[in-house]
């Protein structure tokens, strides 16, 4: 499973990306609001420090355009993946975008119907978000088994690409279930990293390599 980030921060990218985990970026206009600076602006400085997709999400909503941003969007850098609502007119510019030899994420994915259509409109990668089904009481990693399953029962080339990751058991259960790509926040790749047992283990290491003789 490729891991991203889900970020529009550079610091947060730069410290995970230095670890080598990092195979591309997603990040949506909330992210982008919080880091305050231009969307485009953040989009190319993303690009400098991973080589890999990035997701730039479009903020307009009529097909027009979605279709006039994605293209300038994809213009930034040959990484940039448009990310699309999942709305009718965003089905429509994903067409486009896809005849276009445009790459695109199909964001807001809540069900595997929606899901079905993304693909047959050509969409590099969907986004369920599972956090949020939780949140309202769902089970968001149906909809991944679902959508993994859906895509291979027909053979889609669109691939999974779990969102609104929100812990570790998240990512364990994507795992286990095929997703082809999950997008983490900075802190869930951190407790990824992390095993009580590790860090017994060393701080043991540590204490006995005191007893080795000095050569
Ligand atoms: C994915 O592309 C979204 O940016 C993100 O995963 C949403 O996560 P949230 O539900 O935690 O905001």
């Known amino acids: 499973m490729e891991i991203f980030i889900d970020s529009a921060d550079l610091d947060e990218i730069r410290d995970v990306a230095d670890m080598g985990v990092i195979d591309g970026v997603t990040?949506?206009?909330?992210?982008?609001?919080?880091?305050?600076?231009?969307?485009?602006?953040?989009i190319v400085d993303i690009c400098k420090i991973v080589d890999g997709p990035i997701s730039a999400e479009v903020l307009a909503t009529d097909y027009e355009g979605i279709v006039r941003e994605g293209r300038?969007?994809?213009?930034l850098h040959p990484n940039v993946v448009v990310k699309v609502p999942l709305i009718a007119d965003g089905l429509k510019a994903v067409k486009t975008f896809t005849s276009?030899?445009?790459k695109t994420n199909v964001t807001l994915c809540f069900s595997v119907t929606q899901g079905l259509l993304a693909a047959k409109a050509g969409a590099t990668y969907i986004s369920p978000f599972i956090g949020r089904v939780?949140?309202?009481?769902g089970d968001g990693m149906d909809l991944i088994e679902q959508l993994v399953t859906c895509y291979g029962n027909y053979g889609y080339r669109t691939k999974v690409l779990a969102a609104s990751i929100r812990h570790p058991r998240h990512v364990v259960e994507c795992l286990m279930l095929g997703a082809h790509v999950g997008t983490l926040p900075r802190d869930v790749i951190l407790r990824l990293v992390q095993h009580p047992l590790t860090d017994l283990g060393l701080a043991r290491f540590?204490?006995?390599?005191?007893k080795i003789p000095k050569s």
């Open 27 to 42: 990040t949506n206009p909330s992210l982008i609001a919080k880091v305050g600076r231009p969307l485009k602006d953040v």
């Open 72 to 75: 300038e969007l994809a213009q």
């Open 206 to 210: 540590l204490e006995d390599a005191k």
């Open 134 to 137: 939780d949140d309202v009481s």
């Open 100 to 102: 276009e030899g445009i």
